[in-house]
């Protein structure tokens, strides 16, 4: 066993786009900080991009003991090849034990990349992440095999660090805590623009686009709503609470409503602080997507439906009736 | 002309595969082996590139031999040649053993038929479904890597450039970077064309080309199968569902339901939160 005493430390990437942090980078930086606080090390945090200073110091209220800072202005859009010799300067020099990407496009592009390079192990798309205390220190990296239908934890014994992608959604992020206290530590990266060959052109933002994953109130319909008008039903109730409509893939698949309101295994996994699931039945390629939430209310005609398994509170009885009555009710509450 | 290399891998349905309820272990046996639907998005677009700028596609598969009838679907699909490699050396490969063997193939497959200018990888796969492969076999290459392909806008032959638009979560880029690249493959890519009758006819007498461990004189063995992989399946297990402690809400009509559950709301820091306690303006 090669002697691996020199990494020590959990090192987080926050992923931004213009400066704007992604949810899964605090949310990781949660994680790192309940593995790091195991292993008796620091929790750090990878911040790249040009004039993101702040973000580094917003990751320190998020619970970063230290942030590595590397800002240029080659380093304004991501690309593969500046970010991820960026990644590796960093990793070289601190040489953390564990690092966490959130496991979406661009983490699994760059963590894909460093990998490779450094050479080390990766797990990709895990869910529950874990560490075995001092001496062994491995990463326990568990991660949804087989349509969900089985969980598998990957090791990485022989190599350092110990790399993982992590999905969104899965989480918790530490409370936001302006009072904390951390290091900043900018480090000096040189590139040429003419040594990057890729040039981003354009970047669509998708307007129209909901953000279930960054929604903390989702008002989610399925096979039960019966076509695509009911859900006019949902965003009504979703207006009154101030949520997005969410969707079983029973419904998108029928046409019904759009997959970027799909939740679940092959949509999106979410975290909201109130869930309703209404006339879902509560298919655990479903429940994946959406068990971690706050506070969850199922809505369904069954009363023998395994959505009530994970909601906090049920209602047996016909969603047509329901569901009006509630934004009713929450309308009259409001004193609007 | 163009070189495209399609990398294709032969998985199980998954969606197929059930769980035994006595022993929780995965029942395989009766799922069909199918090509990656990702892959062949990428063959589909290969295509369709070598129809506009002309050109050779290349497809290979590493994988164990019954693997030879995803080859023979791409073949009847319109690839020139196809490659299996396979060996039990390269057995139990994670994705960094896999990646370093594709390259190797790659390589090799260069200096058989001529210089690469395209690889494309699916997105990720049904099985393994980590989406590493792809970034591993561009850096192990040295190419440029573009993932999360859903549009290929073009190619400027003479500047040797290619241009991309690139699905996010948050919207779509659009990107242009130089050949030689590797693209990954999203299924809004294109629509997979049937086989041709012709094609059909090809495949049925096709035999792919068979490289093993022997064919790569500079194999390094200590980077292939299982030794070369350093990531390990521990534990695994069935999960069960999260089990809340719920309340079921009782009540003689509907809006006694209603007005039960919405006091429950009230009951939590969510009308602070959200600001529904506030009465509305004006
Ligand atoms: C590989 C794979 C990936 C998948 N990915 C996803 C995914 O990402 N997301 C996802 O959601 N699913 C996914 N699924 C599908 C999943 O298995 C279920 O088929 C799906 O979630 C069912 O959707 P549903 O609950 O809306 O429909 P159903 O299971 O048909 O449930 C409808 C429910 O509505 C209730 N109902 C009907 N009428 C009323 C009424 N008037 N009032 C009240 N209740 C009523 C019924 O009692 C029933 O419980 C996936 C499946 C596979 C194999
Ligand atoms: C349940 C399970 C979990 C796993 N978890 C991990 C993990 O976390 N980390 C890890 O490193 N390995 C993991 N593996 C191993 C991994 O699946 C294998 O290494 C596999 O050979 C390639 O990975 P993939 O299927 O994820 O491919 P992906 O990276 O998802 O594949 C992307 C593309 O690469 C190409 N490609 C991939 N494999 C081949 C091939 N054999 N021949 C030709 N083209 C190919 C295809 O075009 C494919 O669409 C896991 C395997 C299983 C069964």
């Known amino acids: 066993m090669p002697d691996w005493s020199a990494y020590r430390g959990v090192l987080v990437y926050i992923e931004h786009r213009e400066g704007i942090a992604k949810k899964v980078g605090w949310q990781l930086l949660g994680q790192g900080k309940r593995l790091a606080d195991k292993l008796e090390v620091e929790v750090m945090a990878l911040v790249i991009g040009h004039n993101v200073g702040q973000l580094a110091e917003e990751a320190i209220t998020y619970g970063a003991d230290r942030v590595f800072l590397v800002d240029a202005p080659e380093l304004k859009d991501y690309r593969t090849y500046p970010y991820s010799r960026a990644s590796m300067k960093v990793i070289h020099e601190v040489k953390p034990e564990i690092v966490l990407f959130g496991a979406t496009a661009t983490g699994r592009d760059l963590a894909g990349a460093i990998a490779t390079h450094l050479p080390t192990g990766l797990t990709a798309d895990t869910t529950e992440l874990d560490v075995e205390p001092h001496p062994s220190r491995l990463l326990q990296a568990s991660r949804p095999a087989f349509s969900e239908k089985m969980m598998a934890t990957i090791l990485c014994k022989q190599y350092r660090p110990q790399m993982a992608t992590a999905r969104a959604g899965v989480f918790e992020a530490l409370p936001k805590d302006p009072s904390r206290k951390g290091e900043i530590v900018q480090i000096d990266f040189q590139i040429q623009e003419s040594e990057i060959a890729a040039k981003v052109l354009d970047f669509i933002q998708d307007q129209s686009k909901i953000n279930l994953e960054e929604a903390e109130i989702i008002v989610a319909g399925g096979r039960g709503l019966g076509g695509p008008e009911p859900f006019k039903m949902l965003q009504e109730l979703a207006d009154a609470l101030g949520g997005v409509v969410g969707a079983s893939r029973a419904a998108v698949d029928a046409g019904w409503i759009k997959h970027e309101h799909q939740v679940g295994q092959t949509g999106y996994t979410v975290r909201p602080k109130l869930y309703f699931a209404i006339g879902i039945s509560g298919a655990v390629q479903h429940t994946v997507g959406m068990q971690n939430s706050d506070l969850i209310i199922a809505i369904n005609r069954d009363p023998d439906a395994p959505i009530f398994k994970v909601a906090h509170y049920g209602i047996v009885g016909d969603l047509f009736q329901i569901v009006p009555a509630i934004t009713e009710e929450v309308r009259s509450r409001k004193g609007a | ?282």
């Open chain 2, 1 to 282: 002309m163009l070189h495209i290399v399609v990398c294709v891998k032969q998985v199980p349905d998954s969606r197929e595969i059930r769980i035994d309820p006595k022993t929780n272990t995965l029942i395989r046996i009766g799922v069909p082996a199918i090509v990656n639907f990702y892959d062949l998005h990428g063959l589909e677009e290969a295509l369709v590139l070598r129809e506009k700028y002309g050109g050779r596609i290349t497809v290979v598969c590493m994988g164990p031999p019954p693997a030879e009838k995803a080859l023979k679907q791409c073949i009847s699909l319109g690839a020139d040649d196809a490659v299996l490699v396979t060996d039990r050396g390269f057995a139990g490969a994670d994705t960094l053993a896999t990646s370093y063997v594709l390259a190797e193939s790659i390589k090799k497959i260069a200096e058989t038929w001529g210089p690469v200018d395209i690889v494309f990888t699916g997105k990720q796969t049904l099985d393994g479904d980590t989406g590493q492969v792809g970034p591993g076999i561009a850096c192990r290459l040295d190419l440029e890597q573009l993932t999360y392909v859903q549009k290929v806008v073009g190619i400027n032959m003479e500047t040797r450039r290619i241009t991309v638009h690139r699905h996010l979560e948050d919207g779509v880029e659009v990107v242009e970077t130089k050949l030689p690249v590797l693209l990954t493959a999203l299924k809004e890519l294109n629509t997979v064309r049937r086989a041709s009758m012709p094609g059909m006819l090809r495949a049925a007498q096709f035999k792919p080309v068979v490289w093993t461990t022997q064919d790569f004189p500079n194999l390094d063995r200590s980077k292939i199968g299982l030794k070369g992989s350093p990531t390990i399946v521990g534990r695994s297990w069935v999960p069960e569902q999260k089990a809340a402690n719920t309340e079921m809400i009782e009540g003689d009509d509907v809006k006694v339901k209603a007005r039960t559950l919405v006091d429950k709301l009230w009951q939590t820091d969510l009308p602070a939160r959200f600001g529904w306690d506030q009465k509305a303006q004006g």
